[in-house]
């Protein structure tokens, strides 16, 4: 049973920093991609990022300036630096995971089949 629980959401000002946390369990495979993702109320979900097993990591073009990606695989967790933060990255952010593989589409929402459950992130 694959898990995944993202923390380190919460309130911040306009220029300010969050790390956020996404620890995983019960991966079915050793080989997978790891995703970052967004949403806003009313709106898609937003890709920010992946890494995969092989410390590959792929950005949104807007977001790679500000946005960093790494994991701890002694901690099984992913992390996601956000820097310079703005009011529109106002959102919930989830991590996701899928088996990777070749042609591995990081930024499409239905190729993942496991979610965290979020963690909320407001900029003012």
């Known amino acids: 049973h694959v898990q995944l629980v993202e923390s380190g959401g919460g309130s911040v000002q306009a220029g300010g920093s969050l790390r956020l946390s996404c620890t995983g369990s019960g991966y079915i495979t050793s080989s997978y991609c790891t995703g970052w993702f967004r949403q806003v109320p009313g709106l898609e979900r937003e890709g920010i990022g992946s890494?995969?097993?092989?410390?590959?990591?792929t950005y949104a073009d807007s977001l790679k300036a500000r946005f960093t990606i790494s994991r701890d695989n002694a901690k099984s967790t992913l992390y996601l630096q956000m820097n310079n933060l703005k009011p529109e990255g106002t959102a919930m952010y989830y991590c996701?995971?899928?088996?990777?593989?070749?042609?591995?589409?990081?930024?499409?929402?239905?190729?993942?089949?496991?979610w965290g459950q979020g963690t909320q992130v407001t900029v003012s």
């Open positions: 996701a995971v899928q088996r990777l593989h070749p042609g591995v589409r990081w930024k499409v929402i239905g190729d993942y089949p496991h």
């Open positions: 890494i995969d097993s092989d410390g590959i990591t």
